[in-house]
């Protein structure tokens, strides 16, 4: 199983088949609007930015299970993101990322790349998953982790 084997529905209610982005690196974030890490959306379209020709999409799954950070519609979450950040990655519509509901994507992604300790608990908004080109599970970033920090891991990946 690879993260090319998932579906997710994006912004505007159109399935996704994850197969598309096969042979390209992943970054795949859990975001919120109205979060104290929100402005890591501007960090995360500059990696969008300077990285797609070479092969990385950023891929945002907004989510509304901390702190209700994420109230708005599909719809509210689109403009949000084009307004204040410049988003051109592709958003998807809202999920949870645990319990029970937790999209499959995500619990693929935790189970490949455990936190802290061995927790597979997503803890907070902007955890991000970094894929390779082969859809395995790199590595896993905590929240508080800048997007301008990933680069060299990025880098590595891509040149491999």
């Keep these: 199983m690879t993260a090319y084997d998932f579906n997710a ?12 982005y096969r042979g390209k690196a992943l970054l795949i974030v859990n975001t919120a609007s109205a979060c ?17 020709d070479q092969g990385l999409v950023v891929l945002g799954f907004p989510c ?14 689109g403009a949000f993101c084009e307004k204040n950040y410049g988003v051109t990655f592709p958003m998807f519509a809202k999920i949870d990322v645990n319990g029970d509901d937790a999209h499959p994507l995500f619990r693929f992604l935790k189970g490949e790349a455990p936190g802290v300790l061995g927790t597979e608990g997503i803890k907070w908004n902007f955890t991000k998953f970094l894929v390779n080109k082969e859809g395995a599970v790199v590595k896993r970033y905590a929240p508080a982790t800048k997007p301008e920090e990933l680069k060299g891991d990025i880098e590595k990946l891509l040149a491999a």
Excluded: C, K, M, W
């Design 9 to 20: 529905t994006a912004l505007d209610g159109q399935p996704v088949d994850l197969a598309r």
């Design 36 to 52: 104290g890490f929100t402005p890591q959306y501007q960090g995360l379209e500059e990696l969008q930015q300077r990285y797609a």
């Design 64 to 77: 509304n299970q901390f702190g209700r950070q994420e109230p708005g519609s599909e719809a509210e979450i």
